[in-house]
C-alpha cells in the first residue's frame, strides 16, 4: 500500500498542472492598455482595462458585459443587447448574433501577406490589409497575426470584446455597427493579431494560474424586454 501511495503522488507530482493565459495588449486609444485572460481550461475568458471596473465575459461562444450600477452589477448579453437594438431602432444585426451568424458572407477584405515578424516573442504573420482606414481606404495597415493554437482563445475573446463596442456605438454611427463586426470578424479570420498599426499591439503573455471565479457572471442577465425598455426610456430635463 505504502509503495502505491508513493507511486501516485510520483504520478501527481508528475502530471502537469492546468494554467491559464494572460495576454496583455496596448493601444494609442482608449483603452490604453487591455488584458485578456484565459481560464486554466480555455472554456472561458475575461477582457478587461486596468483601472475600470467594468469588464467582458466570454463564456463558450457567448459574450457579456458586465458594469455596476447604483451599487450592484449590471450583466447584458451582447447578442440581446444587438436585439433590443434592432427592436427600438431600424434592425441592422438581424442574425448577425444569432444561430445564422455565422453563414453571414461579407465581401473579403482586400489583404496581401507581407512576410513575418516576432512580437513579444510570439511569431507571426504580416499581412497588409486595406480598408481598415475609412479616412483612407486605399491605404495599406500592417496586421501581425499569430497562428499559435494556444493563442486562438485570446483571440476569439479579443474579436468579441471589440464587437460590443462595435454593438454599443449603434445609436451613433447607424448601420455602419453591422459593417464594422463584419469587418471585424473578416480581420480576426486572419490569425489571432498580435500588432496592428494604430489600434494594440501584444506586449505581453504570460501562463498564469487563474481563479475560477473570474470567469463567473456576477448577476442574471438582463433579458431582451428589459433592455428594450430601458432603451425606451426618456432621460430626464
Not at 437594438?85 to 444585426?93: S, T
Request: aromatic residues 4%; charged residues 20%.
Amino acid at each position: 500500500m505504502t509503495r502505491l501511495l508513493a507511486l501516485l503522488c510520483a504520478l501527481l507530482a508528475a502530471s502537469p498542472a492546468a494554467a491559464g493565459t494572460r495576454a496583455t495588449y496596448s493601444g494609442h486609444a482608449d483603452p490604453k492598455e487591455l488584458v485578456v485572460e484565459i481560464a486554466d481550461d480555455g472554456a472561458a475568458a475575461r477582457v478587461s482595462a486596468p483601472g475600470r471596473d467594468d469588464y467582458g465575459l466570454m463564456l463558450g461562444d457567448q459574450f457579456y458585459l458586465v458594469k455596476p450600477r447604483d451599487g450592484k452589477p449590471q450583466v447584458a448579453r451582447v447578442a440581446d443587447v444587438a436585439a433590443a437594438l434592432d427592436r427600438v431602432m431600424p434592425p441592422i444585426f438581424k442574425n448577425l448574433f444569432g444561430a445564422m451568424g455565422g453563414a453571414i458572407k461579407a465581401s473579403p477584405l482586400d489583404a496581401v501577406r507581407g512576410g513575418s515578424k516576432t512580437v513579444a516573442g510570439v511569431p507571426g504573420e504580416i499581412w497588409l490589409v486595406k480598408g481598415l482606414d475609412d479616412e483612407k481606404p486605399d491605404a495599406a495597415t500592417e496586421v501581425v497575426v499569430s497562428h499559435d493554437p494556444a493563442l486562438a482563445p485570446v483571440g476569439r475573446a479579443l474579436a468579441a470584446f471589440l464587437e460590443s463596442g462595435m454593438v454599443m456605438m449603434r445609436p451613433l454611427i447607424g448601420n455602419g455597427a453591422a459593417e464594422m463586426v463584419q469587418q471585424n470578424r473578416q480581420l480576426f479570420a486572419l490569425g489571432t493579431p498580435i500588432a496592428s498599426a494604430d489600434r494594440f499591439t501584444l506586449t505581453k503573455m504570460e501562463t498564469v494560474d487563474e481563479p475560477a471565479a473570474r470567469f463567473v457572471l456576477p448577476a442574471r442577465p438582463a433579458t431582451v424586454d428589459a433592455l428594450v425598455a430601458e432603451m425606451k426610456v426618456t432621460p430626464a430635463k
